[in-house]
């Protein structure tokens, strides 16, 4: 079974703080990504990485910076956390086997709030 | 603009009712996944498709490639149901995958 960990489920942090997600999966996966979800609209992709040191900006970028500096780990950064930025935020991985039978799987999510 | 529409945003459904959540997309796919996330977070993958129709117990999921629209049915629903279901694509250029901003079904006894 692929296992996907993040470091905390719940986190309340001030604003103006750095604040590091960090994203663990076993699987050797090449894809990994960063995504938040807030009511009413969904799941947004933040960043994604398809190798170490690789990354690309997502849909939202802003206000965020991520590292990938080994294959099992991938990291989120809060430069400087806004109340904006309270939200839940989820990890997944991709598996890149033959088509069809690539597959997306989610980590259990953190929930951050800015106060 | 949204990639990925889903309908209905809620629904609630007493226990034994048939239930359908529609999806649409506007992108080429490559597949298409159905999602369930229940309340304290975590996201399962119900199904992948990429065309024609799959079946996991009570759970039917239905694909129209042509008309860029996707089906979610849960036959004799039952209140372990209640969750929020999200359509998925995966486009068929490079990694991205875009997400509806899903439906939450409350089944009732």
């Known amino acids: 079974d692929v296992k996907v960990t993040q470091s905390s489920r719940y986190l309340v942090k001030r604003t103006g703080e750095k604040v590091f997600l960090e994203c663990v999966q076993d699987?050797?996966?090449?894809?990994m990504f960063w995504y938040r979800q807030d009511p009413g609209l969904g799941l947004r992709l933040i960043y994604f990485?398809?190798?170490?040191?690789?990354?690309e900006k997502g849909d939202i970028p802003e206000g965020y910076s991520v590292s990938r500096e080994k294959k099992e780990r991938f990291s989120l950064i809060l430069e400087s956390a806004s109340t904006n930025q309270t939200s839940m935020y989820l990890c997944?991985?991709?598996?890149?086997?033959?088509?069809?039978?690539?597959?997306?799987?989610f980590g259990p999510g953190t929930r951050l709030t800015v106060t | 603009k949204n990639e990925v529409e889903q309908s209905p945003q809620n629904l609630t459904a007493q226990e034994g009712e048939f239930i359908t959540i529609n999806c649409s997309y506007s992108?080429?796919?490559?597949?298409l996944h159905w999602l369930q996330q229940h309340p304290g977070g975590g996201i399962v993958s119900l199904f992948m498709?990429?065309?024609g129709k799959k079946k996991h117990g009570r759970l039917i999921a239905t694909i129209n490639i042509q008309e860029k629209h996707s089906s979610l049915h849960i036959t004799a629903s039952h209140p372990r149901d209640s969750a929020v279901y999200i359509c998925?694509?995966?486009?068929?250029?490079?990694?991205?995958?875009?997400f509806g901003t899903g439906t939450s079904l409350t089944v009732i006894p």
């Open positions: 997944a991985t991709l598996s890149l086997g033959a088509f069809p039978t690539y597959e997306q799987y």
């Open positions: 998925a694509v995966r486009a068929n250029t490079g990694n991205q995958f875009y």
């Open positions: 498709l990429s065309s």
């Open positions: 699987m050797d996966h090449e894809n």
């Open positions: 990485s398809y190798d170490v040191k690789m990354k």
């Open positions: 992108v080429g796919i490559s597949a």
